[in-house]
């Protein structure tokens, strides 16, 4: 059984279609990407298999669960995690603190996870084994706000990590990075998959990336699915190259 599964998702806001009649599904186990130029509903449709917007139409079942109308807590509960464009952040507490709140969050351990307590040694210790991980453990009392753009990325998806997702949702992970942050980074994420067993879908707009970690890649072009499949198959779909005319993606 596929791990998540989006049957005719839609939303439209007004009299436009952000996304139309979105289906596909998400096998464990994967690392695929969607790709599609700015306004394709590539975000919007991460917010409606996350609860953040509600949906206009369709299905979506997530590990065997209905999570259609499902509220965003209740779905990160079930196990789907999200790092967003711009890092999730507490830029005045420490990179630590950062990832001990998150922690104290998925366990629901302390009413305020914002100033964990200090005698709380277990989840410490499971915020500074992930921030070793993630390569972040020299900066563990650094403030979240004076990392570099990459680190707090960084930090953004190893907070996703503490509520230990089975679906790690990336929108555009790289974002304002140069070229070896982005590599790095996404070297990074696809060796957690790896090691953690975890299924990643994330949305890029460096098609180096994309083409060079992605299993599956899916299009968007005007809220539709246009095409679907392997790195070779999209790289020649004359669909996806005509979306993409005039932008130079690929």
């Known amino acids: 059984m596929a791990l998540l599964t989006v049957d005719g998702l839609g939303k439209s806001f007004g009299g436009f279609r952000a996304v139309h009649d979105v289906s596909f599904s998400v096998e464990r186990g994967e690392f695929s990407a ?3 130029p700015n306004g394709a509903g590539k975000t919007t449709l991460f917010n409606l298999l996350t609860g953040h917007l509600p949906k206009s139409a369709g299905r979506v079942v997530f590990d065997g669960t209905d999570i259609t109308h499902r509220a965003p807590h209740d779905i990160v509960r079930l196990g789907i995690g999200r790092a967003f ?5 507490f830029p005045a507490m420490t990179v630590l603190e950062n990832m001990h709140a998150a922690v104290l969050a998925h366990r629901r351990r302390h009413r305020h996870v914002l100033f ?3 005698g709380d040694r277990a989840g410490r210790a499971r915020a500074l084994e992930i921030l070793r991980a993630v390569g972040l453990e020299d900066a563990a009392d650094a403030l979240a706000g004076s990392l570099s753009h990459g680190d707090q990325k960084i930090l953004d998806i190893a907070i996703a990590l503490a509520l230990d997702p089975k679906l790690l949702l990336l929108d555009e992970p790289t974002a304002g990075m140069h070229p070896e942050e982005r590599r790095r980074t996404m070297a990074l994420v696809t060796r957690l ?7 990643v879908v994330f949305v890029e707009h460096d098609m180096d990336i994309v083409f060079g970690v992605a299993q599956l890649i899916r299009v968007l072009h005007h809220g539709e699915l246009v095409a679907e499949g392997a790195p070779a198959e999209i790289s020649t779909n004359r669909l996806v190259i005509e979306a993409y005319l005039g932008e130079g993606v690929l």
């Open 34 to 36: 969607v790709i599609g």
């Open 193 to 199: 998959s790896g090691e953690l067993g975890m299924t």
């Open 85 to 89: 464009q711009r890092a999730d952040i």
């Open 116 to 118: 964990p307590a200090r």
